[in-house]
């Protein structure tokens, strides 16, 4: 309910254009996040760039804290083209951003500046098209959903990842569509509550049956 209230506006404070600030975003609780893909450095092109605010205290507005960019070149660092490619979680101060090189990296907000803990990728070099390893992320627990819609069967599937330390993240399981039709972008987006997971496969036109489909899935532990 939206009722009678204020908004804050969050704007790009670089000041920079044509970084494609917001191709991303994502808010828990106190913390904010948005992706700018095309960031580059005086250096690199297109590392991409995150930048992270928080709310001091839990009231008042946002506040605009640090940055958070990409080491290679052509990495866009948030580019998924949906708020999907990025998650965060408030109890441990992490979040997840999925990249352009088929990874998602995992940082720790120390809400001055942030630390990488892990790189996840599923072996690929590259990605053949937006969407693909990272294009959307979930957590649900000490579970990490990660959905590659442009994997190499060409159907999808949706990586599980565990994690009993907070710190490191390792594969459980993947998870491939019921239907195979091909090309139907299985884990083209993602959500995770209360155990249980709902991914997308919205291009099932191709194939035994030719149709679009949301899968929802129970997880068990």
Not at 21 to 36: C, E, H, N, Q, Y
Not at 40 to 54: D, F, P, Y
Not at 203 to 215: D, F, I, K, N, W
């Amino acid at each position: 309910y939206l009722g009678v209230a204020t908004w804050d506006q969050v704007t790009n404070t670089q000041g920079s254009s044509g970084i494609a600030l917001g191709s991303a975003v994502k808010v828990r609780g106190d913390t904010l996040i948005a992706a700018a893909p095309y960031f580059s450095n005086n250096v690199l092109t297109n590392i991409g760039r995150i930048k992270v605010w928080h709310r001091p205290g839990g009231t008042g507005v946002f506040q605009v804290d640090y940055d958070v960019d990409g080491t290679v070149a052509a990495e866009f660092l948030g580019y998924q083209t949906s708020s999907e490619s990025v998650e965060i979680d408030p109890d441990t101060g992490r979040f997840f951003v999925g990249n352009n090189l088929a990874q998602v990296k995992v940082f720790q907000d120390n809400l001055s500046s942030t630390t990488l803990l892990q790189t996840i990728s599923n072996g690929n070099v590259a990605q053949p098209n937006y969407r693909g390893f990272g294009g959307a992320v979930a957590l649900n627990g000490n579970t990490l959903l990660i959905g590659d819609s442009f994997d190499s069967s060409g159907t999808g599937l949706v990586y599980i990842y565990t994690t009993f330390d907070n710190n490191t993240w390792s594969l459980q399981e993947t998870v491939s569509p019921s239907f195979a039709d091909t090309n139907q972008r299985f884990g083209w987006s993602l959500s995770a509550s209360q155990g249980n997971m709902v991914t997308g496969a919205p291009a099932g036109t191709t194939g035994p049956t030719g149709v679009s489909r949301a899968y929802f899935y129970s997880l068990i532990p």
